[in-house]
């Protein structure tokens, strides 16, 4: 399957910004899906998954309650919005399938990955 990522920008302290996920394959509609994102220098963390169906979702403390995951499965997209950003969320942003279960590992899971999208959010 094939991702691709979109969204990314240049954004103020405090801005908005909503990135999108689009999957080539519905066989995406089985599996989690999530977001991580790299900033230079750093390795890839977890953000935020949500399960199969979107039924739970999941996020990273450094996120809980400025993010919200959702998707579409009528459009094999995966979305996520961002609010109240903070120069600390600059990073590449890259959206993923996990393989390995219906919901979301944070980690451990096997990962299909679509090509990342900058987010700068300047102070």
């Known amino acids: 399957v094939q991702l691709q990522a979109s969204g990314g920008g240049l954004v103020q302290a405090g801005g908005s910004l909503r990135l999108s996920c689009a999957a080539s394959?519905?066989?995406?509609?089985?599996?989690?899906m999530g977001w991580f994102r790299q900033a230079p220098g750093k390795e890839r963390e977890f953000v935020a998954g949500?399960?199969?169906?979107?039924?739970?979702?999941y996020y990273a403390d450094t996120v809980k309650g400025r993010f919200t995951i959702s998707r579409d499965r009528t459009k094999n997209t995966l979305y996520l919005q961002m609010g109240n950003l903070k120069p600390e969320d600059t990073a590449v942003y890259y959206c993923?399938?996990?393989?390995?279960?219906?919901?979301?590992?944070?980690?451990?899971?096997?990962?299909?990955w679509g090509k990342g999208t900058q987010v700068t959010v300047s102070s």
């Open positions: 394959s519905r066989t995406v509609s089985n599996n989690g």
């Open positions: 949500i399960s199969w169906n979107g039924g739970s979702t």
């Open positions: 993923a399938v996990d393989a390995s279960s219906p919901y979301f590992r944070r980690s451990g899971g096997i990962y299909s």
